[in-house]
């Protein structure tokens, strides 16, 4: 397990703030999946001294533009892809609900834009690139991996990671107090505990905090809220010896 | 444990500090014109902060210019420490419970700041080697600080240990008593660097047993340590978890600084927490076996990629690294 940041790509800057603050492992977002993209992400992210963990955020709509992304992607050497169903229309408005009138995100889970045949068609394009898929969703496709939100793992963590049916590529810290978001501390997931059980369970992917809560004077990509959660994380997987 | 950090009473800045999930503030206090901390500023400026639902706890640092005559044990220092005193009445009326001073009869010492940390983070660094070629260049306050300023001049004469002890001794005896009665603890901040002499003048919190002999010279519940764990994590030999054993099994440790330097005199780094020398999983275990309750303070940090004024991104990371240690080790919830 290791912990790796979200990053964008073409904002270099991100990958030294990942450094600084000792990640070794990125996730990078992509607009434009050609093979000339990805090859500048992989260069960039190797001359920074950095490791790619894979791409995510890559939309599940269309399957001959998914099993293009695959193919380009096997060919740059990206073994990992994260999918979700890309937001339509306007992103509802953060709220300043959260802890010190710290601005939360609203959302809800992705469901996949692709019918059952479809997914199995990508499904069977990524395990021909030996190329693993990931859904961010609760329930992920037969075939494909986790991308799993920590929270989502209750109480009895080490029961629950056993009865997935699918396996963990991914996982995201993040916290939620009665369904809200909230920073990692602080909510009703027991997260060092949550990530014991990942440890126990033989988890040897990224380990990413999820969404950012917006903080005071923050920019947009939440540079504040992320080093936050980068600290925490690192003490979390230090305190259990994760190294 | 109660972690905080430094703030100034700037809005934006108590707002983060709320977002990060704590409670508790440090802050210096300006003295009047004569020299002591006024029981009404006190009060307004602690009713400030509890305004905004944050606790004062702890003044950092007693002001230089307030005890500067009898840290050097110049003429004037009877009239500073009769100051001190009222000072330290004024805080126990004003419900703030430590004082953190400092013996360091030159200030603080560094010699850099520069990108040589991890991804080109700026590491404050001491360099003895750069420090005795170039002594005046690593005083961390000429050149800038109020006016006037507590050092007035460079050093004109030599002071050696015995000189400097005598003088802290001086202090504490009137002090203490009056501390005692006012309910106030004071903590001595080591000296950093914990250098032996800087420009012929003795540093004399510097070692394991300096240390000692600041609670000991004047033994008394409210005379004791202000533990920055990294200027004694910087002391030649000295072994951080066991000094916050050590002293925190005596309840010396009023009040703490979070910080994990990387190597020790003669030549440290400040760097993140996580890289350190100090085994901070162990550090904090320390602190919660000797059943530490007070005040620990992020201290100052490495710095970060467009980081701002105040250094906010590297101080969420400190403080998320904190709680993170804190929340797996004990299981408890922190503010």
């Known amino acids: 397990m290791h912990i790796a940041l979200s990053v964008q790509f073409g904002r270099d800057d991100q990958l030294i703030f990942a450094q600084q603050l000792g990640v070794q492992h990125v996730m990078a977002q992509v607009d434009c999946y050609d093979e000339r993209t990805l090859e500048s992400l992989r260069n960039r992210v190797q001359r920074t001294g950095l490791k790619l963990a894979g791409i995510e955020g890559v939309p599940l709509v269309r399957v001959e533009a998914l099993q293009a992304i695959v193919r380009t992607a096997e060919a740059v050497g990206i073994d990992l892809i994260s999918c979700t169903r890309p937001i339509s229309g306007s992103h509802p408005q953060p709220r300043p609900t959260g802890r010190g009138n710290a601005l939360i995100p609203t959302g809800a889970d992705p469901v996949s834009g692709l019918s059952a045949e479809e997914t199995s068609t990508v499904i069977d394009a990524a395990r021909d690139a030996d190329l693993r898929l990931a859904w961010t969703g609760s329930n992920s496709p037969v075939g494909m991996g986790m991308d799993l939100a920590l929270d989502h793992l209750g109480k009895d963590p080490t029961t629950k990671l056993a009865a997935l049916k699918a396996p963990v590529f991914i996982a995201r810290a993040r916290n939620t107090r009665r369904g809200e978001p909230c920073f990692l501390d602080e909510g009703d997931c027991d997260l060092p505990r949550c990530i014991s059980a990942l ?22 990509w939440r540079h504040k809220a992320r080093a936050y959660d980068l600290g925490y994380l690192k003490a979390v997987l230090q305190a259990l010896g994760v190294h | 444990m109660k972690i905080a950090l430094q703030s100034s009473g700037d809005g934006e800045h108590m707002q983060f500090i709320h977002q990060l999930g704590l409670a508790h503030v440090v802050s210096g206090a300006t003295p009047s014109a004569n020299g002591i901390l006024e029981l009404d500023d006190l009060r307004r400026r602690k009713d400030f902060f509890a305004e905004h639902d944050l606790v004062w706890d702890v003044i950092e640092n007693l002001p230089p210019l307030c005890y500067n005559d009898a840290m050097f044990g110049r003429e004037g220092r009877d009239r500073q420490i009769d100051n001190v005193c009222e000072s330290i009445r004024n805080m126990g009326e004003a419900g703030i419970g430590v004082l953190q001073y400092q013996w360091m009869l030159l200030g603080g010492l560094r010699t850099e700041y520069s990108p040589t940390g991890r991804g080109g983070a700026r590491y404050p660094r001491f360099d003895m080697e750069i420090a005795e070629r170039m002594p005046a ?34 202090f504490l005896e009137r002090v203490v008593p009056i501390a005692e009665e006012a309910g106030v603890k004071i903590a001595a901040h080591p000296d950093d660097a914990p250098v032996p002499s800087f420009m012929g003048v003795a540093r004399i919190l510097i070692s394991w047993d300096g240390l000692q002999r600041a609670i000991d010279c004047v033994p008394s519940p409210n005379n004791g340590l202000g533990f920055c764990m990294g200027t004694i994590g910087t002391m030649v030999d000295m072994n951080v978890v066991k000094a916050i054993r050590h002293f925190g099994s005596q309840g010396k440790i009023f009040f703490a600084h979070f910080r994990n330097p990387r190597g020790q005199v003669p030549f440290f780094d400040e ?65």
């Open chain 2, 137 to 170: 260049a690593c005083l961390d306050w000429l050149g800038k600080g109020p006016d006037p300023h507590p050092y007035p001049h460079l050093p004109d004469r030599d002071m050696v240990s015995e000189e400097v002890w005598s003088n802290l001794i001086y």
């Open chain 2, 271 to 335: 760097v993140f927490p996580d890289e350190g020398d100090i085994d901070m999983v162990e550090a904090v275990h320390a602190f919660n076996d000797v059943e530490y309750d007070g005040v620990i303070r992020i201290d100052h940090c490495p710095g970060v990629i467009g980081d701002n004024g105040h250094a906010d991104r590297s101080f969420a990371f400190q403080v998320g690294y904190l709680k993170g240690l804190i929340q797996t080790l004990t299981g408890t919830e922190i503010a």
């Open chain 1, 199 to 220: 440890k126990a369970h033989s988890f040897d992917g990224p380990l990413l905090a999820h969404y950012p809560l917006g903080m005071v004077g923050d920019t947009d």
